[in-house]
């Protein structure tokens, strides 16, 4: 699945780039991230819908049929979940640490531990299968990966 970890403190969302599917790894530089019109977003589950998921969120409550994809979003500044529950697009404000995907249990310990963001990335992809490559580190407040 993946590994994206948002450190509240230095303002700062980790991500993998593993990509797997029907338990083989397909590829440790897939690219799981988007900037759309100025809003970047970190995607969790079937990378086929990642672009849906971004093209059709704000526009649309209603989400189309089976979408298995849900995303940390930077817009303005802030930090959100987005998700589909019931069939309908759902966000929220993210105002702590937060993680997702497989790999979310290590990577939100290791950051409680002490690590950065990226080191605490680094470590879930130890630990979980699915996760693996290079991490990418993006600075909100610089608006740039670093």
């Known amino acids: 699945m993946t590994t994206i970890l948002y450190d509240h403190k230095n303002r700062q969302i980790a991500c993998d780039s593993r990509a797997t599917a029907m338990g083989m790894i397909k590829t440790d530089s897939f690219t799981k991230f988007l900037n759309k019109d100025g ?6 589950g079937n990378s086929g819908e990642a672009d849906m998921l ?3 969120f704000k526009e649309l409550t209603v989400a189309p ?16 979940t987005a998700s589909i ?3 309908i697009y759902r966000s929220s404000l993210i105002e702590y640490s937060d993680a997702g995907g497989s790999g979310n249990e290590f ?4 950051l409680d531990a002490g690590k950065t963001a990226k080191e605490a990335v680094e470590y879930a992809i130890t630990k ?4 693996g490559g290079k991490v990418h580190v993006y600075d909100i407040v610089k608006c740039e990966f670093i």
Not at 107 to 110: F, G, L, M, S, T
Not at 128 to 131: A, E, G, N, P
Request: hydrophobic share 55%.
């Open 65 to 80: 049929d089976n979408l298995d994809v849900s995303a940390f979003f930077v817009d303005n500044g802030y930090v959100y």
């Open 39 to 44: 809003v970047m977003w970190f995607f969790i």
């Open 128 to 131: 979980d299968y699915f996760s």
């Open 85 to 87: 529950d019931n069939g």
């Open 107 to 110: 990577a939100i310990a290791a």
């Open 54 to 56: 971004a093209n059709t």
